[in-house]
């Protein structure tokens, strides 16, 4: 539920100031990164996400190419 008002929120501030930077800190993970960006955030922040892994660099590389 947060995760699907976040999104809404993202989605509608995007909308009314394309120009911001939007950054999303907290729960950004591979599966819900794609739909964070697709709504309209351009930072995402996921530090507890990569430094809590014990392989850090598989985490980051599916957060790069995203898991859905």
């Given at each position: 539920?947060?995760?699907?008002?976040?999104?809404?929120?993202?989605?509608?501030?995007?909308?009314?100031?394309?120009e911001?930077?939007?950054?999303?800190?907290?729960?950004?993970?591979?599966f819900?990164?794609?739909?964070?960006?697709?709504?309209?955030?351009?930072?995402?922040?996921?530090?507890?996400?990569?430094?809590?892994?014990?392989?850090?660099?598989?985490?980051?590389?599916?957060l790069?190419?995203?898991?859905?």
């Amino acid at each position: 539920k947060y995760m699907d008002q976040a999104i809404s929120k993202i989605h509608a501030l995007r909308n009314k100031k394309p120009e911001l930077h939007i950054s999303v800190d907290g729960g950004v993970n591979a599966f819900n990164a794609p739909v964070l960006l697709a709504a309209g955030a351009n930072v995402l922040v996921a530090g507890g996400g990569i430094f809590t892994s014990a392989d850090k660099k598989s985490v980051i590389q599916e957060l790069l190419i995203g898991k859905m």
